[in-house]
């Protein structure tokens, strides 16, 4: 049972990267998925969660309007798009699956976490 997180890299001020997280050893259509990320010095931090039963997305208001996040249940897939990318973007991101897509802000549900993938925005 594991979680894969890939699709990180450099990319400038104003571009875009799609992030996927692939799931094995269980089903996502059953469990709400969040992508966090962690800038040097901060704290994790959630920026989007989707509840793969029904498709319910929330964002964090530093993300909203840029970021878009989606599920391919068939694929068993989680996916970050990321536009309109910013320097204060930068962050190693992590998918993980939680239990409680109203809780989607509580980083003490979540019980299984991808490694995670490093996200440079940088000119």
Known sequence: VQLQA???G???PGGS???SCA???FTLNFYPVTWFR???TKEREAVAGIDVTNGRTAYADSVKGRFTISAD???NMVYLRMNSLKPEDTAVYYC???ASFTQWLDIRQY???GQGTLVTVSS
């Open 6 to 8: 890939s699709g990180g």
């Open 10 to 12: 450099l990319v400038q």
């Open 17 to 19: 990267l799609i992030l």
């Open 23 to 25: 799931a094995s050893g």
């Open 38 to 40: 962690q800038a040097p």
């Open 73 to 75: 249940g068939g694929k």
């Open 96 to 98: 993980a699956r939680g």
């Open 111 to 113: 019980n299984l976490w």
